[in-house]
């Protein structure tokens, strides 16, 4: 019997996952029922799947830290990290021990909850999340010293890890939108005072890819693991606000 009043808590669970077939082009729901600890992680749960029950179940993960953004999957509908869910507040957050898990729903499925993110990257690629023309340093050590109160302005958008959570929560249905995320990695770019480059992306920014795709619904900022307030972000370059924060 699992002990649920002490610090040993343990929790049945179950999981109700996507799979898909590739080989099939099959899809359907396995349910798992599991016992787990209070403070095991979403990717735990996943590993003692494979471990004790179906081996076959695909999943993803890299650092297992919420820096990669690797193991981003759908729970109960909302995009996360799995590494950082911790059963404990699951349960809280859900009000409840059952739990659906889907994958990330802005790229193909490979298998199970396991992405095809090609596509999905290659929208970052065409904003060119990097400094294309950076600026002569204005001093003589060849550092660009960046003053606080103008890195204050920008610095939440640098966290971004390109998990795709906010991408995969956009109501935004329209099928040239570029997505929350490369709106944010090219508006940093815009902020950010080393880039001098900037008419190419402002360009992009108020093209029909751009910030004007966006309904201003704020799913984006509330799935983020970083917390970034991306529809903030956006919200500052639909009002032209952004140029004159660098
Ligand atoms: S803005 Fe947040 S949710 Fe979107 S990709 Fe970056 S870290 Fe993930
Ligand atoms: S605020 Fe805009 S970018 Fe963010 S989820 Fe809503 S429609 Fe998408």
Redesign the pocket.
């Known amino acids: 019997m699992s002990n649920e009043n002490s610090h040993s808590q343990v929790y049945k669970l179950t999981l109700k996952i996507k799979r898909y077939d590739p080989e099939e082009k099959r899809s359907w729901v396995q349910a798992y029922n599991l016992e787990a600890g209070r403070i095991l992680r979403f990717v735990d749960l996943f590993r003692q799947i494979n471990d004790e029950q179906d081996p076959t179940l695909a999943w993803n993960s890299s650092c297992e830290h919420g820096q990669c953004?690797t193991c981003?999957v759908k729970v109960n509908g909302k995009?996360l990290l799995a590494c950082e869910l911790l059963v404990e507040n699951a349960v809280q957050y859900f009000q409840t021990r059952t739990f659906t898990i889907e994958p990330l729903n802005v790229a193909p499925a490979v298998r199970d909850l396991v992405v095809d993110l090609a596509a999905a990257y290659e929208r970052i690629d065409r904003v060119q999340p990097y400094i294309i023309q950076p600026g002569s340093p204005p001093s003589e050590q060849d550092a660009y010293p960046i003053m606080p109160q103008s890195l204050d302005h920008y610095v939440n958008?640098t966290?971004?890890?390109?998990?795709?959570?906010?991408?995969s929560?956009c109501i935004s249905s329209h099928n040239s939108f570029l997505g929350?995320?490369a709106m944010?990695a090219t508006i940093v770019r815009v902020m950010d005072p080393r880039e001098q480059e900037k008419a190419k992306r402002l360009k992009i920014l108020y093209s029909e890819q751009g910030v004007y795709r966006c309904h201003s619904s704020r799913a984006?900022s509330f799935?983020?693991?970083?917390e970034?307030d991306?529809a903030h972000f956006i919200a500052l370059a639909k009002e032209g606000r952004i140029l004159n924060k660098s």
Not at 161 to 166: D, G, K, V
Not at 223 to 226: A, E, F, I, L, S
Request: hydrophobic fraction near 40%; glycine fraction near 4%; charge should be positive.
């Open positions: 953004g981003s995009p958008a966290r971004c890890i390109n998990c795709f959570c906010c991408a929560a929350p995320n944010l984006c799935v983020c693991p970083k970034i991306v």
